[in-house]
C-alpha cells in the first residue's frame, strides 16, 4: 500500500530533550516536506526537500533540523524543543521534484513539551 | 498581509445547498493550485488540483482566475459528508522556491 508514515503518533517530552519525528515513504517521491498545524494558522511549511542530500527552509524552520540521506526517508529533528513547539506536525511526499503537484500527507505526530 | 488568505468560516448550509468559496494569493509567480480537504485533525487530503480552464469532478468545480489571483471552489448539492475544513494552497514552484502555502482553511458544516 502506498503510503507516509511518521513515527511516533504522539510525544509528550521536556524542554531541552533532543528527539527526532521519523518520515518514511513507499512511494519513490523526489520532494518530502514537513509542516506544522496550529489553530488558527493552518500549515505551515518548516522545510522540503526536493531529492536526496537537497533541503532547503520553509516558512517556519526556526529551532528544526533535517536531513535527507535516503529517498525514502525525511526525519524531523527537534535539538531543544521549546514549548512553542508544541504542534500537530505533518509530513508529506510527491512525484514531482518540486511539490508540484499531488503531496500526500502521513498521519501526523501529536507533539507537546512541557 | 498572508500569502494565502481563505475566509475562515463557519459555512452552516443545509443538505442540498450550494456553497462556494473563495481563496486569494499574493504572489503571482505561484504556479500551482489545489484544493484539500481534512477532516478533524486527521491529514489533509487532495480534493482536486485548480486550473484556469476549470476543472470538474462530480459536485466540485474549481476554478482558477490568476490575473485577479484568486481561486474558487464550488460545492453542489451538500452532503452531510462533505463536512470538513477546505484548504486551499498554492505552491510557489520556480525561481521563489519550491515553498508550499496553505491558507488557514474554511469550515464547512452541512445539516440535515
Known amino acids: 500500500e502506498a503510503q507516509v508514515t511518521q513515527n511516533p503518533r504522539y510525544l509528550i517530552t521536556v524542554t531541552g530533550k533532543k528527539l527526532t519525528v521519523t518520515c518514511s515513504q513507499n512511494?519513490?517521491?523526489?520532494?518530502m516536506s514537513w509542516y506544522r498545524q496550529d489553530p488558527g494558522l493552518g500549515l505551515r511549511q518548516i522545510y522540503y526537500s526536493m531529492n536526496v542530500e537537497v533541503t532547503d527552509k520553509g516558512d517556519v524552520p526556526e529551532g528544526y533540523k533535517v536531513s535527507r540521506k535516503e529517498k525514502r526517508n525525511f526525519p524531523l529533528i527537534l535539538e531543544s524543543p521549546s514549548p512553542n513547539q508544541t504542534s500537530l506536525y505533518f509530513c508529506?511526499?510527491?512525484?514531482?521534484?518540486?511539490?508540484?503537484?499531488?503531496?500526500?500527507f502521513g498521519p501526523g505526530t501529536r507533539l507537546t513539551v512541557l | 498581509r498572508k500569502e494565502v488568505e481563505q475566509d475562515p468560516g463557519p459555512f452552516n448550509v443545509p443538505e442540498g445547498a450550494t456553497v462556494a468559496f473563495n481563496c486569494t494569493y499574493s504572489?503571482?509567480?505561484?504556479?500551482?493550485f489545489f484544493w484539500y480537504r481534512q477532516d478533524c485533525r486527521k491529514e489533509p487530503k487532495l480534493l482536486m488540483s485548480v486550473y484556469s480552464s476549470g476543472n470538474e469532478d462530480g459536485r466540485f468545480t474549481a476554478q482558477l482566475n490568476r490575473a485577479s489571483q484568486y481561486i474558487s471552489l464550488l460545492i453542489r448539492d451538500s452532503k452531510l459528508s462533505d463536512s470538513a475544513t477546505y484548504l486551499c494552497?498554492?505552491?510557489?514552484?520556480?525561481?521563489?522556491?519550491?515553498?508550499?502555502?496553505f491558507g488557514a482553511g474554511t469550515r464547512l458544516f452541512v445539516k440535515a
Open positions: 504572489n503571482s509567480a505561484s504556479q500551482s
Open positions: 508529506a511526499s510527491s512525484f514531482s521534484p518540486g511539490g508540484t503537484d499531488t503531496q500526500y
Open positions: 512511494m519513490n517521491h523526489e520532494y
Open positions: 494552497v498554492v505552491n510557489m514552484g520556480g525561481t521563489g522556491g519550491f515553498k508550499t502555502i
